[in-house]
């Protein structure tokens, strides 16, 4: 099951026509080999993704309700699937409030992963959780980008090239506030793009004076931005075939590339950058050998950033990275 698959059957479905006074009727297809899921559009004509839910007692999760999404739990619904009699059942609905084409087939990206996620007969509390995971993702995309398309590339690139993207993947972004983009056990890597021919990057203070007993490193490549490259939306697809038993860290993929994007996530997932450049570029150093600021800095100064050129400077080869710690091996690209 893809994404086109989901979009496909979403498209083929004609609105559904008021058959009875019940305001929640659909017009549904099930997904392929999942029984207790529908690809649906409303009344209105919106995208919309329906769970066979069993009755629950105790109280139902709340809705949720965004500028782009909307979910509501345990719904009494008529769903009608082609030349099928209408019939009834309890329903969670998952509604795509824009019809943009672009957020349209965004919403139908996840709600696979989370399909996947769930499996057959979702449990209440597992329904609830991947859905509020749902309208996390969409939540930031409404948000200002809060990191450059070029870094993003640069980290999504590493991921996509590494020996295991489960690993890299489980170790990217542990923490938004974290100085570095990659962290486990005692290793710690950062990611530099740049947009020059300049092996030039800008660092902090803290990245160049990691903690005591960690091996922290920079990974360098140059991007550059070439019509029919590789987009970020293709490394996206590489990574997910290589991590598509673990639904969690699928979710997480999207939740962190959503986060950073924000408003841009539509158009900024097929801007598409020369893969051979960063291929070739890519080269790692020791953040505690290359130029920098170090030791103690004075009283009351702190978040001191600076840029350093890494030009001519010896970089690290793979098996010296591996030496250091084992777990650079997963971190570093394929022969």
């Known amino acids: 099951m893809t994404v086109t698959d989901l979009f496909r059957i979403y498209d083929e479905i004609l609105v559904p026509e008021r058959g009875s006074d019940n305001d929640l009727q659909f017009a549904v297809r099930p997904v392929p080999d999942q029984g207790a899921y529908f690809v649906g559009k409303d009344m209105a004509g919106m995208a919309?993704?329906?769970?066979?839910?069993?009755?629950?007692?105790?109280?139902?999760?709340?809705?949720?309700?965004?500028?782009?999404?909307?979910a509501q739990f345990e719904l009494v619904c008529q769903i009608a699937d082609g030349g099928e009699p209408p019939r009834e059942g309890q329903f969670t609905v998952i509604r795509c409030r824009s019809s943009q084409k672009e957020t349209v087939q965004y919403f139908f990206s996840v709600c696979r992963i989370l399909i996947q996620h769930l499996g057959g007969c979702p449990s209440r509390l597992a329904l609830a959780a991947a859905v509020r995971r749902l309208a996390s993702i969409f939540q930031s995309i409404r948000k200002p980008p809060v990191r450059s398309l070029n870094g993003l590339f640069g980290e999504m690139f590493v991921i996509a090239s590494s020996r295991s993207p489960t690993r890299a993947v489980a170790a990217w972004r542990v923490e938004?506030?974290?100085?570095?983009?990659?962290?486990?056990?005692?290793?710690?890597?950062?990611?530099?793009?740049?947009?020059?021919?300049?092996?030039?990057?800008?660092?902090?203070?803290?990245?160049?004076?990691?903690?005591?007993?960690?091996?922290?490193?920079v990974a360098s490549l140059m991007v550059e931005r070439i019509p029919g490259g590789t987009s970020i939306e293709d490394l996206i697809v590489a990574t997910e075939a290589r991590i598509s038993g673990d639904a969690g860290l699928l979710l997480k993929l999207h939740d962190v590339v959503a986060s950073t994007l924000g408003t841009d996530t539509s158009e900024a997932l097929r801007v598409t950058f020369d893969h051979r450049l960063a291929s070739s570029s890519l080269q790692f150093?020791?953040?505690?050998?290359?130029?920098?600021?170090?030791?103690?800095?004075?009283?009351?100064?702190?978040?001191?950033?600076?840029?350093?050129?890494?030009?001519?400077?010896?970089?690290?080869d793979v098996e010296t990275l591996s030496d250091r710690d084992p777990y650079f091996w997963d971190l570093v690209p394929r022969d």
């Not at 993704?49 to 999404?69: D, F, S």
């Not at 056990?185 to 005591?212: E, I, T, W």
């Not at 702190?302 to 050129?309: E, G, P």
């Open 48 to 70: 919309c993704l329906l769970v066979e839910t069993a009755k629950g007692t105790g109280r139902k999760p709340p809705p949720i309700r965004l500028e782009n999404l909307e």
């Open 285 to 316: 150093f020791d953040l505690r050998e290359i130029p920098a600021v170090r030791g103690s800095l004075p009283p009351r100064v702190s978040d001191l950033r600076f840029n350093v050129d890494l030009t001519g400077l010896p970089p690290l």
């Open 176 to 217: 938004e506030t974290s100085r570095f983009d990659f962290a486990a056990g005692d290793v710690r890597m950062d990611v530099k793009s740049s947009a020059g021919r300049l092996r030039k990057h800008a660092f902090s203070y803290d990245q160049c004076n990691p903690p005591p007993n960690t091996h922290a490193i």
